[in-house]
């Protein structure tokens, strides 16, 4: 198996993710026209109340296990290392199978609690149906956490990267076949057909989990888990608290991010509600905000969970060698691939939001959807900063830091979302507005929080990075007057398919090229990836390297 360097694990993570985030745009296509607007919003609900006992049941376990495989890796502790993996396999069994028994039974007390006194669209029969049929992929996906954690722990990449694609492709089979079976053969319900959509994300984690296995055992030597290390003087009882004290940290930052979404999930159905606004609207809203907008965004997210997967086990290293230098490099370059990255993405995404709703879910109510898409993408940007910051406060043990931070994100959200959303009514404004002002301005206090914590107690500086973020301004602005000056001359028929594909393509190319360019000749990608990688790069894209080397 291969070992990757830091940027190098960071580029094969993230390229993975973004393919898995691409394939899970792509599919909402055909998926959203099969089911419709109800069948979304049924969809959605199941989601995203299945998201947050997942991440309950296995968020925190495979980066903990990471970041212990890499600690005792490093410290050439073999024995305690495989037994953490053991102690971790048993920790997620009993996890794992009490979150599914609590989703499946009270699945009708959620469906409640989501609906609250919506009439009109679907029932809390509906709901609890295909929350049961979600729940059984609580079953599988905790179990390749881990393994994945324990290849990460390695600083191999590759084969959990890999997974992650077999995982989603399996899934989104289930999901398209499943649902064109259920609907257009065998004529059952939506309802029938949404909760075999949402069964697919057990198949995808089980044929991952074969994936991962199959290659763990061809290399069990490699990775020491061939019976024949010799015995640590750690024992089962530390391991178990490390794995405890490491994994409860990640476990809240994840589940907060779920809550986030959850809390505006029913917050904006129970605001609207209140307003008056019909059913169809309110479950329309709810579930773009909630799922749907997010399905796009997560190209914009697949930056920092790639990042994120390197970057925990290399802070890890540096922290434990206690080269601070190195922990404040590694730190700030996160920083500034994340806004080198996103800032044009966001910026170009918000721009083209119109057209890029109608790619993905046609022309019914394009003008909320747009402008819902328009707004949440700049979330998508906090969201990363927020997910690079809360990531490195774990692997330098700051837990006490975590929960600070995210509570006080979480409780600014919670605070703020009926009060800007009533605000942003009163301004004649959608009052779903006011729902992601709120999840930025959480995300951006949790990241304050910790910048400041970081600069107070380990003297971090950003300068560098407050700098690249000074730089960035000028080229963005350039991307952005050019492809509103295509705009403006481009004709395209936003409610024709086809013209919106190529008006996005056409857009997209030229806002990347003139981006690029202009980052180039300023150096700025030299000083974020290096000279010696950015090279490599390019000399694999012959046609980028005339362009960028032209005089």
């Given at each position: 198996m291969?070992?990757?360097?830091?940027?190098?694990?960071?580029?094969?993570?993230?390229?993975?993710?973004?393919?898995?985030?691409?394939?899970?745009?792509?599919?909402?296509?055909?998926?959203?026209?099969?089911?419709?607007?109800?069948?979304?919003?049924?969809?959605?609900?199941?989601?995203?109340?299945?998201?947050?006992?997942?991440?309950?049941?296995?968020?925190?376990?495979?980066?903990?296990?990471?970041?212990?495989?890499?600690?005792?890796?490093?410290?050439?502790?073999?024995?305690?290392?495989?037994?953490?993996?053991?102690?971790g396999?048993?920790?997620?069994?009993?996890?794992?199978?009490?979150?599914?028994?609590?989703?499946?039974i009270?699945?009708?007390?959620?469906?409640?609690?989501?609906?609250?006194?919506?009439?009109?669209?679907?029932?809390?029969?509906?709901?609890?149906?295909?929350?049961?049929?979600?729940?059984?992929?609580?079953?599988?996906?905790?179990?390749?956490?881990?393994?994945?954690?324990?290849?990460?722990?390695?600083?191999?990449?590759?084969?959990?990267?890999?997974s992650?694609?077999?995982?989603?492709?399996?899934?989104?089979?289930?999901?398209?076949?499943?649902?064109?079976?259920?609907?257009?053969?065998f004529?059952?319900?939506?309802?029938?057909?949404?909760?075999?959509?949402?069964?697919g994300?057990f198949?995808?984690?089980?044929?991952?989990?074969?994936y991962?296995?199959?290659?763990?055992?061809?290399?069990?030597?490699?990775?020491?888990?061939?019976?024949?290390?010799?015995?640590?003087?750690i024992?089962?009882?530390?391991?178990?608290?490390?794995?405890?004290?490491?994994?409860?940290?990640?476990?809240?930052?994840?589940?907060?991010?779920?809550?986030?979404n959850?809390?505006?999930?029913?917050?904006?159905?129970?605001?609207?509600?209140?307003?008056?606004?019909?059913?169809?609207?309110?479950?329309?809203?709810?579930?773009?905000?909630?799922?749907?907008?997010?399905?796009?965004?997560?190209?914009?997210?697949?930056?920092?969970?790639?990042?994120?997967?390197?970057?925990?086990?290399?802070?890890?290293?540096?922290?434990?060698?206690?080269?601070?230098?190195?922990v404040?490099?590694?730190?700030?370059?996160?920083?500034?691939?994340i806004?080198?990255?996103?800032?044009?993405?966001?910026?170009?995404?918000?721009?083209?939001?119109k057209?890029?709703?109608?790619?993905?879910?046609?022309?019914?109510?394009?003008?909320?959807?747009?402008?819902?898409?328009?707004?949440s993408?700049?979330?998508?940007?906090?969201?990363?900063?927020?997910?690079?910051?809360?990531?490195?406060?774990?692997?330098?043990?700051?837990?006490?830091?975590?929960?600070?931070?995210?509570?006080?994100?979480?409780?600014?959200?919670?605070?703020?979302?009926?009060?800007?959303?009533?605000?942003?009514?009163?301004?004649?404004?959608?009052?779903f507005?006011?729902?992601?002002?709120?999840?930025?301005?959480?995300?951006?206090?949790?990241?304050?929080?910790?910048?400041?914590?970081?600069?107070?107690?380990?003297?971090i500086?950003?300068?560098?990075?407050?700098e690249?973020?000074?730089?960035?301004?000028?080229?963005?602005?350039?991307?952005?007057?050019?492809?509103?000056?295509?705009?403006?001359?481009?004709?395209?028929?936003?409610?024709?398919?086809?013209?919106?594909?190529?008006?996005?393509?056409?857009?997209a190319?030229?806002?990347?090229?003139?981006?690029?360019?202009?980052?180039?000749?300023?150096?700025?990608?030299?000083?974020?990836?290096?000279?010696?990688?950015?090279?490599?790069?390019?000399?694999?894209i012959?046609?980028?390297?005339?362009?960028?080397?032209?005089?």
């Open positions: 291969k070992r990757s360097s830091f940027i190098e694990g960071t580029v094969i993570a993230t390229v993975a993710i973004v393919i898995t985030k691409i394939l899970g745009m792509l599919y909402v296509i055909p998926f959203y026209a099969m089911i419709g607007i109800q069948g979304s919003a049924l969809y959605a609900y199941a989601y995203n109340i299945y998201v947050i006992f997942l991440d309950i049941s296995s968020a925190g376990l495979p980066v903990a296990i990471s970041k212990i495989i890499k600690e005792y890796n490093t410290l050439g502790m073999m024995d305690a290392k495989v037994r953490a993996y053991e102690v396999k048993k920790i997620i069994t009993f996890i794992s199978v009490a979150a599914f028994i609590i989703l499946f009270f699945a009708k007390e959620l469906a409640t609690l989501i609906l609250g006194e919506l009439q009109g669209g679907n029932t809390i029969e509906d709901v609890t149906f295909v929350i049961r049929c979600v729940s059984f992929a609580i079953l599988v996906i905790p179990f390749l956490s881990v393994s994945k954690g324990y290849l990460q722990g390695h600083n191999i990449i590759n084969v959990s990267s890999i992650q694609v077999i995982e989603q492709v399996v899934r989104i089979g289930v999901i398209l076949g499943g649902s064109f079976l259920a609907l257009n053969i004529h059952l319900s939506l309802t029938t057909s949404v909760g075999i959509a949402v069964f994300a198949a995808g984690g089980l044929a991952a989990i074969f991962i296995l199959i290659n763990m055992h061809k290399n069990k030597k490699e990775l020491s888990l061939d019976g024949k290390t010799k015995k640590d003087a024992t089962n009882q530390e391991i178990l608290k490390k794995i405890a004290s490491y994994a409860i940290p990640f476990i809240i930052i994840d589940v907060s991010v779920s809550v986030y959850f809390v505006d999930m029913v917050f904006i159905s129970r605001t609207m509600t209140y307003l008056g606004f019909d059913a169809m609207t309110t479950e329309f809203i709810t579930s773009s905000v909630a799922t749907w907008s997010g399905k796009i965004s997560m190209i914009v997210n697949a930056i920092a969970m790639g990042l994120s997967v390197s970057l925990i086990p290399n802070i890890v290293e540096a922290f434990t060698l206690k080269k601070w230098d190195l404040e490099k590694r730190f700030n370059k996160a920083l500034q691939i806004l080198i990255s996103c800032i044009p993405m966001v910026i170009g995404i918000s721009f083209l939001a057209p890029i709703w109608s790619i993905f879910y046609g022309t019914d109510a394009i003008d909320l959807g747009g402008l819902v898409l328009s707004v993408i700049f979330s998508a940007l906090f969201f990363n900063l927020y997910m690079i910051t809360s990531s490195t406060l774990q692997s330098l043990n700051k837990f006490k830091a975590v929960y600070l931070t995210t509570l006080l994100g979480y409780a600014t959200n919670a605070i703020l979302d009926i009060p800007l959303m009533l605000l942003c009514y009163g301004l004649h404004l959608e009052p507005i006011g729902a992601i002002l709120a999840s930025i301005l959480g995300y951006s206090v949790s990241v304050l929080t910790t910048l400041y914590i970081l600069r107070k107690e380990h003297h500086k950003y300068k560098e990075t407050m690249l973020f000074g730089k960035l301004i000028f080229p963005t602005l350039i991307m952005t007057i050019v492809i509103y000056i295509v705009h403006l001359f481009y004709p395209y028929n936003v409610y024709s398919k086809p013209s919106s594909i190529i008006y996005v393509a056409v857009i190319i030229i806002g990347a090229l003139v981006y690029l360019v202009i980052t180039y000749k300023q150096k700025i990608l030299e000083n974020v990836f290096g000279r010696a990688y950015l090279n490599r790069l390019i000399n694999k012959p046609f980028c390297k005339k362009i960028l080397f032209r005089k």
